[in-house]
């Protein structure tokens, strides 16, 4: 191995020019430098807890906007149909934003 610095490179680039292509050197440069690329993204995330029902929770869903969303559905204290009315909403909502199932999911 060549030292580089005092450091043991992961690499030996031991070529002579004269006998080889400019296109060939171009190519091998290349390799060794796209091993360090990148891509870089943004995946928006929401977290949002669920407290109440009715209007308001409507509106609270149809602000995200997100690639992925965490919702808790907290719901301390609420009558059976409140949370009737929470349940109805959400899946309302979940059908309306993913209104075709993923393959893993179980058929109802």
């Known amino acids: 191995m060549e030292r580089l610095c005092g450091q043991r490179c992961a690499f030996s680039f031991k070529i ?26 943004s995946s928006p995330a929401a977290f949002e807890s669920i407290r109440h029902g ?14 992925f969303v965490a919702l808790n559905d907290d719901v301390m204290g609420a009558s059976p149909s409140s949370m009737r009315d929470v349940d109805e909403r959400l899946e309302t909502w979940f059908e309306r934003t993913w209104p075709d ?7 109802q």
């Open 16 to 41: 002579s020019l004269s006998s080889i292509s400019l296109n060939f050197v171009e190519m091998q440069c290349a390799a060794l430098i796209h091993r360090y690329s990148y891509t870089l993204g």
């Open 101 to 107: 199932p993923s393959p893993w999911e179980r058929a």
């Open 54 to 67: 009715g209007s308001t929770l409507s509106a609270q869903l149809d602000k995200i906007d997100t690639a």
